[in-house]
């Protein structure tokens, strides 16, 4: 079965920088949005940032300023580089892409990767 396979978590210091990558373990459906969202022990998932066909992209507020999402609409990849890295941002940062397959939009999800970031 195909996956989002995400990359680049760990533990970093406060005002540290982490790089994050995701893209599909075999071949899927053409995209329209690629993004990426993070669950902090106890909180529900939320949004962080994405991007869609054409580089428009969109960001949570919490996260402007420091969070930079890029990424090719055509070979399914998607990054997030993080900058200036706060403690509250802690979390397992998911992958998500929205296929547009025949019988309509498939958001697919990767398996998260954990960003820790010590005071």
Known sequence: QVQLVESGGGLVQAGGSLRLSCAPSGSIFSVDVMGWYRQAPGKQREF????????????????????????????????????????????????????DTPVGIFERWGLGTQVTVSS
């Open 48 to 99: 962080v940032a994405d991007i869609r066909d054409g580089g428009v992209t969109k960001y949570a507020d919490s996260v402007k300023g420091r969070f930079t999402i890029s990424g090719d609409i055509d070979k399914k990849t998607v990054s997030l580089q993080m900058n200036s890295l706060k403690p509250e941002d802690t979390a397992v940062y998911y992958c998500k892409v929205d296929e």
